[in-house]
């Protein structure tokens, strides 16, 4: 119904456009004239599908889109979108599992809960790694100038709730989100030199954050850089072939000058590039190449920048 000035339903209720599957215990959530529902009970399972809609200027709703699913099936949590991000908190997956869980999915710039490997629905949802005190289903949950909290609750079957005691209520400033790290490095080889792998070592923690890596080169005698090669998702500690391309994307097998560029995509984890504790930090990005044998010194060796080379690579 249509609400007046003073907060009274000025109107007769009207029927919107049904989600899929009749359901209880679910998360509705409004963001950004977009609603969703998440999880639920269908009277047979418990469920961990999530759906979205767009709200009309008129208030109607279009029709229901499926998105990607919860990490686990919930009912009855509680959550809100704040800040670009939904966290969903607590609930239970089965009638005597009640969880002190807080997910947490990004949500798009059209307003959609997306992510750039789904643009079209949910994106990848996540698990703080920070949890509050109780499991609890049945809860309540706010958020209110940077802060959430998690109210009342209970856990255990319908005959036997153990109702949630001195910590009923408990709260915890929402950080910051994490972020996206980009680097880069051009190494001079001083001469043309054969190029073999490239290797980058780091820390990620566990977290789980996308390590991506481009590079290109240009010859002695070239004027410009070559073609880019877009590698993609790096594996650190892992030897991969380095293949030097000219301005037509041909291999020209060598090259002097060789820029690299690496990505470091935190934005669903709880870490922080170049936090050695939590997030996901480069150690070293390294080139390896075999030298023109003419350029070499007596003793086989070479220069690059001023520091002299192994005689010859790993690789």
């Not at 999915?105 to 629905?121: E, F, K, V």
């Not at 041909?250 to 934005?267: E, H, L, T, W």
């Amino acid at each position: 119904p249509q609400l007046s000035s003073g907060g009274d339903i000025g109107s007769a209720w009207a029927t919107g456009t049904a989600f899929d599957v009749a359901r209880v215990g679910h998360v509705a959530v409004a963001y950004a004239n977009n609603l969703y529902i998440l999880g639920g009970y269908n009277g047979a399972q418990y469920l961990s599908d999530s759906q979205y809609t767009q709200i009309n200027s008129d208030g109607t709703l279009d029709d229901w889109t499926f998105s990607t699913s919860l990490p686990d099936k919930i009912r009855g949590a509680d959550g809100f979108a704040a800040n670009g991000f939904m966290y969903l908190f607590g609930g239970r997956s089965a009638d005597t599992v009640c969880d002190s869980n807080t997910i947490v999915a990004p949500i798009s710039a059209n307003t959609t809960i997306a992510s750039g490997n789904n643009p079209t629905g949910l994106g990848d949802w996540y698990e703080t790694n920070v949890k509050y005190a109780g499991n609890r289903y049945g809860n309540s949950t706010v958020y209110n100038e940077g802060k959430a909290y998690v109210l009342g609750g209970a856990c255990g079957p319908v005959s036997s709730l153990t109702y949630t005691g001195a910590n009923r209520s408990v709260q915890t400033t929402l950080q910051s989100q994490p972020q996206v790290a980009k680097y880069s490095k051009m190494i001079d080889t001083d001469t043309n030199v054969f190029p073999t792998k490239w290797l980058m070592n780091g820390l990620d923690n566990s977290i789980g954050s996308r390590w991506k890596m481009r590079y290109r080169s240009s010859t002695n005698a070239a004027a410009a850089w070559g073609q880019e090669t877009n590698f993609g998702t790096v594996t650190l500690g892992q030897p991969e072939t380095y293949t030097p391309k000219d301005a037509a994307g041909a291999n020209s097998n060598f090259a002097r000058f060789f820029y690299m560029s690496v990505n470091i995509d935190s934005s669903f984890t709880f870490g922080y590039p170049e936090d050695v504790t939590r997030g996901p930090t480069i150690a070293d990005l390294s080139l390896f190449f075999t030298s023109d044998p003419s350029k070499r010194l007596r003793h086989g060796k070479t220069f690059t920048g001023g520091e002299q080379q192994p005689l010859n690579t790993p690789f």
